[in-house]
């Protein structure tokens, strides 16, 4: 028999144990860090690298995909149903391990609430994927280079500012300015040649809602205070439970073009894996590993890397020209990027959750 104080001894490391698994930020205290043979420098390293390269690679090779088989909406169904794989049998244990289905919604595949799950999961899941996929089939790499990624601490920023009410500093509008600058010198051009019949600038458009979406769901995480873990499996249930029996319907009636039956079932484990596995699984949990060490403000400007070196890779693997006002465009996102996070006060980053 143990004695009373071990007893409570025990009590006490059971409680604690529990409090750490749930815990998403404050690594330092969890066991699983405790016991990982890295140290934390070397993780937070190879977290950035792996974020800044699945980043990178994603708009590279969902341009290149634009020269496949597949359409927008089936490269969507992939990404979705590849990230379901991994995340919805996770997000059902980690619900009905504690007996917390009560919280959930979806029948247990979300760990969040039914309206929460539909905030993120709409803008998330479903229209972040549908406007980006469909973007690449009109403008080349380059364009998303400046227009997603560089884009997206712009609407991020505007939209903290009219929803939660953020203020943001003179220096930092500075910032923003320079990225409006850069989307103009890139969008702006192919916007003019839209009279001459150019369809290019249809893709910069839909980079630019595809920014915009993924920045309104930043905005929401923040405003409902969501787990970032919990948060990518809540959109990627959304998702599943709407966008592909939808898609399914709309493809079985004809209301949508579909060309899964005429790709190579390797394009399709392709697509799956890298797009589902890749840009939805490990980035997200990189993305969060990085952010706890690096800390809000320098992992931007990691990420800050990832306009040029997409661009850089769309010249060099797709062939892509490089015309001066898409190098002067990327120069100058690249700079507002840095400057707004330089500008940034540290007490109202530390709200950002990891």
Known sequence: ??????????RRMKKSRGMDTDRTSGARASPYHRCMPFSPRLLGLGAAAVTVAIWTSFIVIARASAAHTLLPLDLALLRICGASVVLLPWAWWMTHRKGHVATGSLGGLSPLPLNMTMQAGALGGLLYAML???????????HASVLMPGSLPLWTSLLAWAVLGERIPGGR?????????????????????????????????????AACCWGAYSVTVRRLALD????????????????????????VTGLVPSHLSQAPVSEWLFQAMFQGWGSVVISGITFTQMVRYYGPVRSTMITALVPGLSALGAVMFLGEPMHWQVLLGLALVTAGILFGVRQARAPALQKVTA
């Open 1 to 10: 028999m143990l004695s009373k104080k071990a007893r409570k001894e025990r």
């Open 132 to 142: 980006a996929y469909a973007g690449f089939f009109f403008a080349p790499a380059v």
């Open 173 to 209: 509008w500075l910032g923003l300015a320079c990225i409006v600058g850069g989307d103009l010198l890139v969008g702006g051009a192919s916007l003019l040649k839209a009279f001459e019949g150019g369809n290019v600038w249809k893709g910069d458009v839909l980079f630019m809602s």
């Open 228 to 251: 970032p873990v919990r948060a990518t499996m809540a959109i990627t249930a959304f998702a599943f439970v709407v966008y592909v029996p939808c898609y399914l319907l709309a493809v």
